[in-house]
């Protein structure tokens, strides 16, 4: 399965450039970083962008699909950049392309796929004002969509494990927080060590809450479903070749 496409850094545009250092808590046994403290980087600099940007928004930013392709693994005490730029945009949807760099030569190129929604996070709605004035030139009027793309059910007979999420795994808007759910190709990565370079892709298809849910593998593909057997997310990985870019580090 095409993963999401990995575009070059914009000739013109913003590029926002945000800064974190992965601490104990952040990284496995082996002392490379996580997926999930990735996830948790891109994040905090998508929002940093955001208000740095002062385009008005009162309203919500959910995660619909993000591609981590991990050339290297950021270690312990290593400082990172996270360069991010807006990549895309559609009525309702905006694509954020980031790059994560290290200062001792970690580097992740990532993709994510955000919808924009009300204040309550009901329901989408458009683009706020003065946003194709910030971070239309980086968009380049490339059109992007939220149609799902992975296969949305794992086929009968597939092996499933049980899983469970908490309540320090819940966010602000009382679901889930969609770094969490990288924590599930963690739990397999323990036991085989994370090869590099390393492709994933996750799509997110509906909110969770606390309680027990269940992993189920089949081949390349992994999903996380809810207790009443709920698809929730869809996560395909992919050995794939090597992706470089040179990345803008403007602020």
Not at 28 to 44: C, E, F, M, Y
Not at 184 to 213: C, F, K, S, T, Y
């Amino acid at each position: 399965m095409e993963l999401s496409e990995l575009v070059a850094p914009p000739a013109d545009g913003r590029v926002f450039t945000d800064r974190a250092r992965a601490g104990l808590g952040d990284v496995a046994p082996s002392g490379r970083v996580r997926l999930d403290t990735i996830a948790r980087w891109l994040q905090d600099a998508a929002f940093a962008d955001l208000l740095d940007s002062g385009v008005p928004d009162d309203g919500a930013w959910i995660v619909r699909r993000l591609r981590l392709r991990v050339e290297r693994f950021p270690r312990m005490h290593e400082s990172v950049s996270v360069a991010t730029w807006c990549s895309g945009a559609g009525g309702l949807v905006a694509e954020r392309r980031s790059t994560v760099r290290g200062e001792a030569g970690g580097l992740v190129e990532a993709s994510a796929l955000w919808v924009h929604l009300d204040p309550v996070g009901a329901r989408p709605r458009p683009m706020p004002e003065g946003f194709e004035a910030v971070y239309g030139p980086s968009a380049a009027g490339r059109h992007v969509r939220a149609r799902l793309r992975h296969r949305g059910a794992p086929p009968e007979g597939a092996a499933a494990a049980p899983w469970r999420f908490r309540a320090a795994d819940l966010d602000l808007a009382g679901h889930v927080n969609n770094a969490v759910y990288w924590q599930a190709l963690e739990e397999e990565l323990a036991g085989d060590g994370a090869r590099e370079p390393l492709d994933a892709e996750i799509e997110h298809r509906a909110a969770a809450d606390v309680g027990e849910a269940a992993i189920v593998r089949d081949g390349e593909m992994l999903w996380i479903a809810g207790a009443d057997g709920e698809v929730l997310a869809s996560l395909a990985t992919s050995p794939g070749p090597a992706v470089r870019a040179e990345t803008s580090t403007r602020t």
